[in-house]
């Protein structure tokens, strides 16, 4: 689950879907799209992937969800249903679109082909299903990256935004492209593509420290949305010549829009120990429900510090507030292996009504990269009696992380 606020590329694709030409262009780009498959493709279905497919088309999201699921046992007919399943990587629905993915990862190096034949289609649908499907494999997808990349120079504003939106889970593995990436910080039509070059250079890191004078122009100059995601990337490419961002971002912790203060509390997160002249000043907003971002100042103290457990122990506290229940869990699964000693706290959670509070103990449980064995336990029982069937399989997959069988 993403705390992205960076709206999907898919509504680009959803515009060229639906435009004025109406039913009978949608089915031309439907033809172009299946163009684009592989010409090896077998041309029929098994029966039992006709049934699951056709249970994908589904209203009730159970029964999209189980489909998608059920689809990782047909490996060997990938060919014949990528296209229609990867479609559903923007579906309305959050657990249907995780679903999906974690179809996709189950495939893995298979899907690579495939989805290269779109990135390189000409026909604008092809490819920007092409994106979705990497962003879905994630690091898996990394012999697609320089393809994917050429479109970051592209003269057609909508590619570049696929393009750049397909590296932002990347990481590190991004890190090449910085000479490509660092032009979508300015002049970009639609702001979003500025947003997930903001997002990308965040993954990055340290790497993309050449990026730093546009960065602090667009910190400066740039609409609410697009100088808080800078002053985030500030934190993450760390110390520069000639600029200190952590004087920079302190002021920044006092905006009005919450947002600013969070990502700016981010980015100050990042710098780690090259912020310790804003420690007195994130132990204050700890525990300011005025400013409300005491999740972030919980994460940022540590970052800063190495203390783990004042952090620790007020990101738990945090959530048992409602509103800072997700954030709380997603900076404790940050925290990683120091998040250790939550784990009994991590437990408990597995047994809340919420499937959301499930899953996110699941990932948290996951990033503490040693676990008890009555934490393995709890998650072998899910795998078989959680009601959630999108959990089980959850479970399934942290369990092979962490090294285990259910």
Request: hydrophobic share 45%; charged share 20%.
């Amino acid at each position: 689950m993403s705390n992205n606020s960076c709206s999907s590329v898919f509504g680009i694709y959803l515009l060229f879907a639906t435009t004025c030409l109406g039913c009978n262009q949608y089915e031309a780009n439907q033809i172009a799209i299946q163009s684009a498959s592989p010409q090896d493709s077998p041309q029929e279905l098994s029966d039992e992937v006709k049934a699951l497919l056709d249970q994908l088309k589904s209203r009730a999201v159970v029964d999209r969800v189980t489909a998608a699921l059920k689809l990782t046992e047909h490996s060997s007919e990938l060919a014949t249903f990528i296209l229609p399943l990867g479609e559903h990587l923007t579906d309305h629905s959050s657990e249907v679109k995780q679903a999906v993915t974690f179809a996709f990862q189950e495939f893995g190096d298979a899907a690579i082909e495939h989805i290269r034949r779109l990135i390189a289609s000409t026909d604008k649908e092809s490819f920007f299903l092409g994106c979705e499907m990497i962003r879905a494999l994630g690091p898996i997808a990394e012999p697609l990256l320089p393809a994917v990349a050429e479109y970051l120079s592209s003269s057609d504003a909508n590619r570049r935004k696929g393009a750049i939106y397909a590296l932002m889970p990347m990481k590190e593995l991004a890190a090449p492209y910085v000479d490509k990436i660092g032009p979508l910080l300015k002049d970009q039509p639609d702001f979003n593509t500025t947003l997930f070059a903001c997002r990308t250079i965040i993954g990055i890191g340290t790497k993309a420290n050449s990026l730093a004078g546009a960065l602090r122009t667009l910190a400066e100059n740039g609409n609410v949305s697009e100088r808080s995601y800078a002053y985030w990337a500030l934190g993450a490419i760390g110390p520069v010549e000639d600029f200190d961002s952590a004087e920079f971002l302190i002021p920044k912790l006092d905006e009005y829009l919450q947002v600013e203060r969070q990502r700016a509390l981010r980015g100050i997160a990042l710098l780690g120990p090259h912020a310790t002249a804003a420690v007195e000043k994130v132990r204050s907003l700890m525990d300011n429900e005025v400013k409300n971002v005491e999740p972030e100042a919980a994460f940022a103290l540590w970052k800063i510090t190495g203390e783990v457990q004042p952090s620790l122990d007020r990101l738990i506290e945090l959530y048992e507030h409602p509103i800072h229940q997700l954030p709380a869990l997603s900076y404790i699964e940050e925290m990683g292996e120091a998040a250790r000693p939550a784990e009994a706290f991590l437990l408990g959670l597995l047994e809340v009504p919420d499937e959301s509070i499930r899953e996110h103990a699941i990932n948290c449980l996951v990033s503490l990269g040693t676990v008890s064995n009555q934490a393995i336990e709890a998650m072998q029982t899910m795998t078989m009696a959680d009601p959630d069937l999108l959990l089980r399989f959850s479970a399934k997959r942290a369990l092979r992380k962490l090294g285990h069988h259910e």
